[in-house]
């Protein structure tokens, strides 16, 4: 494949009457290279927006998406690279900036262009799953995993390439050298072992495979309630109730107690306490609670009960337990009930709603007469 575009690359170039070991000739080759790449990237570019106007894909609208720029400048610079090649010794001693050029930018939108792709695969594996709802805990824990190997593969393709780029040029070429040898890598390795960067990254790993958090896991952290936004690979980013966001060092999760209300199971049980006067019928309260949930659709059916759990010096505390799918059904589920507990006591028994006794001196006289 590789010799047959060079020799329609030559065969242009003659047919533009310039021989390839002329130096004017040899920065025409570049420049067509180029212009050849350009011209691929328009005809590919053409082609998938009339198939997807035919027939819209998933995956070449994500394609389009994500890999789009990274595509329109590698294909030029793999031409160039490839002009390079095919020019002749004299020029490229002449003007060695050519050769390293071609080698620099095709190394560098390789990279992206591969990193890009990665992002590609992650979105085609995980398109079908839905994250948004607790109960699908098993597509929860595959996407983080996902996520997590992509963004480590990620840095791995990263550092290769950075290592190519260095090893193209004859200064750095030790250096390069050593970060892809097994000697480099490990004492790169030992090198960062203190620090807390390869200690997030570690805590990384044990959290993608170990499962302590999922995207969109229901948790408790720092005192706020919030859902999983983001796993990175040193941190992570809680979307906070009420819309902020709370960043943590991914070593929060494995150092720190926290409180994961969706890690086996998304149905939780929510209480509403009420306090009330001594006099209160609790049996009425636990029959009209009941009927509130049973009406209710957020309550599973699963836990249920009414019962007296403190006594205060001018109060008793009723608490009543309910069940429900997940908790941000608990929490409507509970206000629901709250609300109409204080209407049913209000209306019915007001007499059972929190009082203060005064007893003048009076009354205390004719008691004791």
């Not at 998938?48 to 998406?65: D, G």
């Not at 002749?88 to 080698?103: G, M, Q, V, W």
Request: proline residues 3%.
């Amino acid at each position: 494949m590789q010799q047959e575009l060079e020799s329609w690359i030559r065969a242009v170039i003659r047919w533009f009457g310039y021989v390839p070991n002329r130096d004017l000739s040899g920065w025409v080759l570049l420049i067509i290279s180029i212009i050849l790449g350009v011209i691929v990237d328009v005809i590919v570019t053409q082609t998938i927006r009339f198939i997807v106007r035919r027939r819209p894909f998933q995956t070449l609208a994500i394609l389009t998406k994500h890999a789009r720029w990274a595509f329109w400048v590698f294909v030029p610079s793999l031409f160039f690279l490839l002009a390079t090649n095919i020019q002749s010794a004299r020029f490229l001693r002449r003007h060695p900036i050519a050769d390293k050029t071609a080698e620099v930018v095709f190394l560098v939108t390789a990279t992206w262009l591969i990193v890009n792709l990665l992002k590609v695969g992650e979105l085609l594996l995980i398109r079908q799953y839905d994250t948004t709802k607790d109960v699908n805990l098993s597509q929860r824990k595959f996407v983080t995993q996902v996520r997590f190997v992509r963004r480590l593969v990620a840095i791995s393709i990263i550092i290769i390439g950075v290592s190519l780029i260095l090893i193209s040029f004859q200064g750095s070429r030790k250096v390069g050298l050593s970060v892809l040898t097994s000697a480099g890598v490990v004492s790169v390795v030992i090198g960062f072992a203190a620090q807390k960067t390869l200690a997030n990254l570690l805590a990384g790993i044990q959290i993608a495979f170990n499962q302590q958090i999922r995207l969109d896991d229901a948790v408790v952290v720092e005192k706020e309630w919030g859902r999983i936004e983001e796993i990175n690979l040193t941190s992570v980013i809680v979307r906070v109730w009420d819309r902020r966001r709370l960043i943590l060092p991914i070593t929060y999760f494995v150092e720190n107690p926290f409180e994961n209300w969706t890690r086996s199971d998304a149905s939780i049980i929510g209480a509403i306490l009420l306090y009330l006067d001594y006099n209160v019928p609790v049996e009425k309260i636990r029959e009209k609670a009941r009927e509130i949930a049973e009406n209710d659709p957020l309550w599973t059916g699963e836990s249920f009960a009414v019962q007296v759990t403190d006594t205060l010096p001018t109060c008793i505390q009723v608490r009543v337990l309910v069940s429900a799918q997940d908790s941000p059904s608990a929490f409507d589920l509970r206000c629901h009930m709250r609300e109409q507990l204080i209407a049913f006591i209000r209306d019915e028994y007001p007499q059972s709603l929190p009082q203060t006794r005064l007893m003048l001196a009076e009354e205390l006289k004719n008691k004791e007469v």
